[in-house]
């Protein structure tokens, strides 16, 4: 680009005009972007200032109707929905508001006409990744579709200074590096430092009589921490909504007076003021529990406080009274990270705005709803009473006192069964003492729920069995659903093109418009279209793939993939020993017929979860022999892609063939990576699990690759003792396959590497590795004969596509509005500048 041209296009015009819709505004402002916000000019300019530049350009859009939305919300007193959750896992901001705002094509037709590449620029954003897995990016789909559908709502979270850690492999293993993604600044935030909020930490109670009886308590907290929001817009598809997600950062109080509490003490003082900012540094990188952790405990109380906080002073600012807190806010937590959120409420409204505490604990609990994503008994939250008490001493009283109230009401429900009274407390008894944040979530709210049908009826009958005998009306399921804006649209063009030319724009909006794909499954040409946009993507990939893992993979094999984070009951290593028992079948046999299949493998393990870790090593293990070995003859490739994220997954969704959703049935709450599979073209091979039984129900069975015991089956084998060393000697193939990683095949003749994974698997298999693998190993054989059989796939592949409808999250929105919510819709009516101002 020329400087001299570009200096003389400077535009002086006002925003509103600047800010139209059309390549030549774009453009503009672009430039204007470049000089004023940057301060370069083209020759001094480097790819990150042009990303910056363009992203600028785009915020100019996003703020005329972040303004218009707040200032229409205002002026309606709208309802609003509080999604309160530890973790948002964004993905990259640019490409989505480019699709929102419906000018995708023209910013990318302005950047070619300046001559720079537009993917390039789009790469350069470090992408937020404020989130572990599906229960973060859940969040993320959840605020996509809530400004969609023009729900006022407030997405409330944690601005972590790092998210989730960088992987790599090294050597095949896992190696962790920080995410400083902040490195190059945020285009898409902007700091509100006059909302800032304190939060108090630790110290004591004091209790009081009052002159006139009443009784009041005093919280004196050793430490303060100041929140600091950091607001983002968040665009709804085409219209002129743009909702917000806050994040609260963690900084040192500027009035906080240590002098009282560090008497002389300063350079103490300074160190507790720094370690303060420490509350938002880090996202804790595990995905189950953390046992433990005080920091952990703080960042979950800080940023619902500041939540709370921040609604009271937005109820405040429109002078409504705090009694119907309830009515203004439907507060939804996401998980039980924010559960605290119902003791907090409690103190704010009886502590600190004298309410009754009666009248409080209705406010309260027509605020909350808590969902629940997890059926595994070790991951649900709770924290040591020691610590519990050090870092929030009136929270523990005040759930003292809820839970005595609330198991009097056992008591008269369920007269004598102090062993149900026992189960149901809010306090762990059974050993050293615990606070059970499930237990808190589900008193203090008026709706749970899980998120599959299978995940809810275990919650029902299983986990929080004795909360559905006391309250069943609260129970209800939300299945869970993904934004086919970022997983269609943003994600897979050229399908995106393929299917409006096909049956018009409105799918976007109407998911279960796909329908109308289903008879053009029996056209020829419409296929054979369908087959060129999958081999275009999976080029894609394979040119990933080459950069990455330094592996040539062949687009015309079979893309078989699974990923997810690693975990032992989502069983990737069922996967790898199935890949095992294919390459022995090869050796044994060398001109057997096997259409050429890739096994792609990616997730994150958390840092400290050995047996993940051996996991991934174990799979890079089978790589390094099988991609080399010239018998195979590339008729098997395995590579597992490093750091997987939103950003990896954009890539790989659209590139697959065959989906592994192969978790032990009744473990895996929902998935969700399963429906943007789906929605993208990929036929499942997968257990009775999560929501893969309402993907095979969609379907159709005869379009779904089932295997696997049921919940029932995998219950009663256990119920019955499951000897897994059994099942091995029972099974030659099976047999073979694990003396092999045992003997060192796949670790340089190292027969201890392994060992733990083996061991672990004969005489304990707690997933049920063993039971399954003949029925897994049998599927893919049936996997394989579909596979050849190239119309009969692609038909089944636009089948499994047309009827994704059910898992837009645009459904589960409206689901949740409906029973739970009741927030209605406030189309928005975009303001000009003028208007802002008047
Ligand atoms: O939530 C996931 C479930 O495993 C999936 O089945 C489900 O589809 C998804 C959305 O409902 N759970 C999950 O991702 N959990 C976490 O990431 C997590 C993070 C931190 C933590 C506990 C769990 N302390």
Redesign the pocket.
């Known amino acids: 680009m020329d400087t001299r041209a570009a200096a003389a296009a400077v535009d002086h015009r006002p925003l509103s005009e600047r800010a139209a819709l059309n390549k030549e505004a774009l453009k503009q402002s672009f430039l204007d972007n470049l000089f004023h916000t940057q301060g370069k000019f083209p020759a001094l300019a480097s790819k990150s200032d042009y990303y910056l530049a363009l992203a600028y350009a785009v915020r100019e859009r996003l703020l005329q109707r972040w303004i218009s939305t707040a200032a229409e919300y205002m002026q309606k007193g709208a309802r609003t929905v509080s999604y309160l959750s530890?973790?948002f896992l964004m993905g990259p901001h640019l490409g989505n508001n480019l699709i929102n705002l419906g000018i995708y094509d023209e910013a990318k037709q302005a950047m070619t006409e300046l001559g720079l590449n537009f993917d390039e620029l789009l790469a350069q954003e470090e992408e937020p990744g404020l989130?572990?897995?599906?229960?973060?990016?859940?969040a993320a789909c959840f605020i996509d579709s809530m400004a969609t559908l023009e729900i006022p709502s407030l997405g409330y979270g944690i601005r972590y200074e790092f998210g989730i850690f960088h992987q790599s492999i090294v050597d095949g293993w896992q190696v962790e590096k920080t995410d400083k993604w902040l490195r190059y600044g945020n285009p898409w935030e902007l700091q509100r430092p006059e909302w800032a909020v304190q939060v108090k930490l630790g110290g004591y109670t004091e209790h009081r009589s009052e002159e006139d009886g009443t009784l009041t308590v005093r919280w004196i907290p050793s430490r303060l921490v100041s929140g600091v929001p950091y607001d983002t817009p968040i665009l709804g598809y085409r219209n002129n909504t743009a909702n917000t997600l806050r994040l609260w950062s963690a900084q040192a109080p500027e009035s906080f007076d240590f002098e009282v509490f560090n008497r002389g003490d300063y350079y103490g003082a300074v160190m507790q003021k720094m370690s303060s900012e420490n509350l938002s540094k880090v996202l804790?990188p595990?995905?189950?529990?953390?046992g433990g952790k005080e920091l952990?405990l703080e960042q979950q109380y800080f940023f619902v406080s500041c939540s709370l906080q921040d609604m009271i002073r937005i109820m405040q600012g429109q002078r409504l009274p705090l009694e119907h807190f309830h009515e203004k806010f439907a507060v939804q937590l996401n998980?039980t990270?924010p559960a605290i959120a119902v003791a907090e409420l409690m103190r704010l409204l009886v502590d600190e705005h004298k309410m009754p505490w009666n009248r409080a604990w209705q406010v309260t609990c027509k605020t909350f709803a808590y969902?629940n994503?997890?059926l595994m008994p070790e991951?649900l939250?709770r924290w040591p009473l020691p610590l519990f008490k050090k870092v929030l001493p009136r929270h523990l009283e005040i759930i003292f006192e809820i839970n005595a109230r609330f198991l009097d009401e056992v008591r008269r429900r369920y007269p004598g069964d102090s062993a149900r009274v026992a189960r149901l407390s809010l306090i762990d008894e059974s050993g050293p003492r615990y606070v059970r944040m499930a237990h808190l979530a589900c008193v203090g709210s008026h709706a749970i729920n899980g998120?599959?049908e299978l995940?809810t009826e275990l919650l029902k009958s299983d986990v929080l069995r004795d909360f559905y005998e006391l309250w069943p009306n609260k129970f209800s399921n939300k299945t869970?659903g993904v934004t086919p804006r970022r997983w269609m649209v943003l994600a897979n063009p050229r399908l995106t093109r393929l299917v409006s030319d096909s049956i018009g724009e409105d799918w976007i909006k109407h998911l279960d418009q796909l329908q109308k794909l289903e008879p053009l499954a029996e056209s020829a040409d419409f296929r054979s279209h369908w087959r060129e946009i999958k081999r275009a993507n999976k080029r894609a990939l394979a040119e990933v793939i080459a950069r990455r893992c330094n592996v040539a993979v062949d687009p015309d094999s079979m893309f078989d993939v699974q990923v997810k984070?690693i975990h032992e009951y989502k069983r990737q290593h069922l996967a790898a020993l199935h890949i095992i028992a294919l390459y022995l079948q090869l050796k044994a046999q060398p001109n057997l017929e096997l259409a050429p299949r890739t096994f792609i493998f990616g997730g994150k393990a958390a840092p400290g979860y050995r047996m993940a870790k051996l996991m991934i090593k174990l799979i890079t293990g089978i790589g390094d022999v099988v991609n080399r070995d010239p018998m195979v003859r590339d008729r098997l490739k395995v590579v597992f892609l490093p750091n997987f994220s939103v950003t990896n997954g954009q890539r790989i969704y659209p590139a697959a063939d065959l989906s592994e959703q192969i978790s032990t049935a009744g473990k895996?709450?929902?998935?969700?990576g399963n429906m943007k599979f789906q929605m993208n073209g990929a036929l499942t091979i997968g257990t009775m699990d999560?929501?893969n039984i309402e993907i095979r129900e969609v379907v159709g069975a005869d379009n779904f690759f089932l295997f696997g015991l049921t919940t029932p089956q995998v219950y009663a084998l256990q119920a019955q003792g499951y000897r897994p060393h059994d099942w091995y000697e029972q099974d030659p193939q099976l047999r073979e396959v694990i003396d092999m990683i045992r003997d060192g095949y796949f670790s340089r003749g190292d027969a201890s590497l392994f060992r733990p994974l083996v061991d672990s698997l004969l005489w304990h298999d707690p997933y049920f590795l063993f039971a399954d693998f003949r029925s897994y190993v049998e599927c893919q054989q049936r996997v394989g004969e579909t596979w050849v059989d190239t119309e009969r796939w692609t038909r089944m592949s636009i089948l499994n596509s047309a009827r994704s409808g059910k898992f837009s999250s645009d459904r589960s929105i409206r689901d949740y509005t409906k029973d739970i919510w009741h927030a209605p819709s406030v189309p928005v009516e975009l303001l000009t500048e003028h208007h802002v101002r008047a």
């Open positions: 530890a973790e989130g572990n897995g599906g229960l973060g990016r859940l804790y595990n995905d189950e529990h953390e952990r998980d990270h969902t994503h997890t991951a939250e998120v599959a995940h869970n984070r895996e709450a929902s998935g969700t999560g929501a």
